[in-house]
Antibody, heavy 123, light 113 residues
Framework: QVQLQESGPGLVNPSETLSLTCTVS??????????WSWIRQPPGKGLEWIGY???????NYNPSLKSRLTMSLDTSRNQFSLRLTSVTAADTAVYYC???????????????WGQGTLVTVSS | DIVMTQSPDSLAVSLGERATINCKSSQSVLYNSNNQNYFAWYQQKPGQPPKLIVY???IRESGVPDRFSGSGSGTDFTLTISSLQAEDVAVYYC?????????FGQGTNLEIK
């Protein structure tokens, strides 16, 4: 059973950088059979896919965020991270990390999720 | 980008009755080479992350009750709960994983009548 746990500051100042880490247990970020995503949900609203990273370091970002976004892996700690620069109030959301399986049919949907962490952008 | 549109936005159904939620994608999510629809349904209860309940449009995730069923192909999909239980109250989201950026529907809020 894969488990994921998000961590990071709950409050970020406007124009600064939002940094979150997802710690994985019960699975390996270095596995070729999984890919690792970030998804966010503004309070009371729907889900937005942010991007994913694969064990090889390959990333795929939502174009709406691409210019501000960086994802990375730390295989020694079995973690992956998100870094979003120049944040505004519109980036206030619950941020989820999630896993998807990689199989013969390609990338599968998100079968394991973290509990989510609320990040508020405000001074 | 593929836009996912759910209907209705909100739905109230009596206990034991059938609930039906629809989702339409702006372009087909059927991959012809393997005849698979890259389409999923999630259930989200208050204060919890979304839970995958159906993938490949009609395959129930392990542990999901068989009262949940998914159907459809191409651009039109349906989630049916055959006999609504109190624990099914949630927001339901559809998602396409055919192409990036992956996208979700706006959600359907399912309540008890």
């Amino acid at each position: 059973q894969v488990q994921l746990q998000e961590s990071g500051p709950g409050l970020v100042n406007p124009s600064e950088t939002l940094s979150l880490t997802c710690t994985v247990s019960g699975g390996s970020v270095n596995s070729g059979t999984s890919y690792w995503s970030w998804i966010r949900q503004p309070p009371g609203k729907g889900l937005e896919w942010i991007g994913y990273i694969y064990y090889s370091g390959t990333t795929n970002y939502n174009p709406s965020l691409k210019s501000r976004l960086t994802m990375s892996l730390d295989t020694s700690r079995n973690q992956f991270s998100l870094r979003l620069t120049s944040v505004t109030a519109a980036d206030t959301a619950v941020y989820y990390c999630a896993r998807g399986e990689v199989g013969d049919s390609g990338y599968h949907p998100f079968d394991f999720w973290g509990q989510g962490t609320l990040v508020t952008v405000s001074s | 980008d593929i836009v996912m549109t759910q209907s209705p936005d909100s739905l109230a159904v009596s206990l034991g009755e059938r609930a039906t939620i629809n989702c339409k994608s702006s372009q087909s999510v059927l991959y012809n080479s393997n005849n698979q629809n890259y389409f999923a349904w999630y259930q989200q209860k208050p204060g919890q992350p979304p839970k995958l309940i159906v993938y490949w449009a009609s395959i129930r995730e392990s542990g999901v009750p068989d009262r949940f069923s998914g159907s459809g192909s191409g651009t039109d999909f349906t989630l049916t709960i055959s006999s609504l239980q109190a624990e099914d109250v949630a927001v339901y989201y559809c998602q396409q994983y055919y192409s990036t950026p992956y996208s979700f529907g706006q959600g359907t809020n399912l309540e008890i009548k």
